[in-house]
Each structure stands twice: as C-alpha cells, then as structure tokens.
C-alpha cells in the first residue's frame, strides 16, 4: 500500500518554473514505477512523465519534452517534477501515481495523489 500527497503548485506567470513534489509513505516506494499525469478543466486526465523505479529511464509526453524533468529519492520517499518554460495551456490540477510496469495510461497505475493545482497565467 502507498499513500501520495503531492505538494508545491501554485500561480505562475508564463514562462516561469515550479517544481512539484509527491511524497510517499509505505515501505515499498522504491519498487514502483512513479508517474505525474494532469487534468485540465474540461479535458480528459493525460499523462505527463514517468521514472522507473532506481530513477534510471524516464519518458515524457511530447508537450513537456526538453520543458519538465521528472525525478526521484527512494530515501526520502519523494518523486519530484521541476517544470521550467511553462505555459497557458500547462495549467491543470497535476497528480502524481504509483505502479508496477512502466506505462503513460493512467489505467497502469495503481496508488493516486489527491493532485494540487498548477496555474500559469498569460
């Protein structure tokens, strides 16, 4: 069992940074795959980036690639998201998720964070 509270969203202006932060309880974080999906108002959940278990490979949808970088701390339970360069269309409630395979469908992932709230203004 995990349980994941996500942290550090907020207003920001374009083109600005925020790093998101998920932590973690139960003994087993550092068998799971960690992955950060977000939901825009009137859109569909969509996936984002994820890291695999020893923080080795990480994959990133197409609109955050070369932006956000995804990365973790098994010692501290902690999955991170530095998000740079962002933009309008970036805002959406962001949430972080635990799993066992690597994947980009949120049907794969098992453990959900209650998401906190990323805004960036134009």
């Known amino acids: 069992q995990v349980q994941l509270v996500e942290s550090g969203g907020g207003l920001v202006q374009a083109g600005g940074s925020l790093r998101l932060s998920c932590a973690a309880s139960g003994r087993t974080f550092s068998r799971y795959v960690l992955g950060w999906f977000r939901r825009a108002p009137g859109k569909e959940r969509e996936f984002v980036a994820t890291?695999?278990?020893?923080?080795?490979?990480?994959y990133y949808a197409d609109s955050v690639k070369g932006r956000f970088t995804i990365s973790r701390d098994n010692a501290k339970k902690t999955v991170y998201l530095q998000m740079n360069s962002l933009k309008p269309e970036d805002t959406a409630v962001y949430y972080c998720?635990?799993?066992?395979?690597?994947?980009?469908?949120?049907?794969?992932?098992?453990?959900w964070g209650q998401g906190t709230q990323v805004t960036v203004s134009s």
């Open positions: 998720a635990a799993g066992s395979p690597p994947g980009v469908r949120s049907s794969e992932y098992d453990y």
């Open positions: 890291i695999s278990w020893n923080g080795a490979n990480q």
